[in-house]
């Protein structure tokens, strides 16, 4: 049997320019990512070097000044803002270093707030929720909030809360940064299998060395451009 991969992101090209002028700073210089489907993938590199500006990207939360990002086959740079917000919203799920879990909501307030947003009909919510909290292992702590929650358990939430529409591609930016190693590398395993059950692709920034072991792929930035992708 073929087996056809499929790329989920394809970005070519890609520059980003803040400011204007003699004050205009390059921060991405010309980036081209494939982003095959249901692979686990790192970007790394030195603090400065455009990790998070090109996560930005890819999720739609901002534009290239130069270059186009194709998702699943449709190019986010000519989307008005509100087709943006939409596949964000319906087809991307966004982890963040620090939680950005609601403190005044339990776990699954959390994750049925999301899927309100994404659109999903309240009839389906439920369910939806408790299945991905199950799926992170975090049945049973879902109608605790987040300050009596461990590190570990919050990125778990915030994971559950990202994949709970069941997104194409998962965005993550320094997910294990706030957590200490161990914690880390379970998150990134909780990564793995998604990956492997579901055929989503997860892309991550991260600098730690142990976690580059674990992923598929791995690209390295210096200060705004690719030098190495295996
Ligand atoms: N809005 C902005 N205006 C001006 N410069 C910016 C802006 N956003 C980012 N930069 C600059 O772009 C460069 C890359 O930043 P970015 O946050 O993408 O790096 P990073 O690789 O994610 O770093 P870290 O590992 O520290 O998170 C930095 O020099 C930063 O100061």
Redesign the pocket.
Known sequence: MTVITKDIIHAKGIKRV??KGSGA?T??KGVDIHLPAGKLVA?K????????????LLSALDRPTEGTISFDGRDLTTMSDSQRDIVRRTEMGLIFQSFALIPLMSAYENVEFVLRIAGVPANERKAAAVQALDHVGLKPRMHHRPFEMSGGEQQRTAIARAIAHKPKLILA??PTAELDSRTGLHIIKVFRDLVEQSGITIVL?T?DPAIMEIVDQVYE?ED?QIVSHN
């Not at 590199?45 to 930005?56: A, E, H, M």
Request: hydrophobic share 35%; no cysteine.
């Open positions: 803040f400011g700073v921060v991405l970007f590199g030195r603090s400065g070097s455009g990790k998070t500006t090109l996560i930005n930016d320094e920034t600098h930035l705004g």
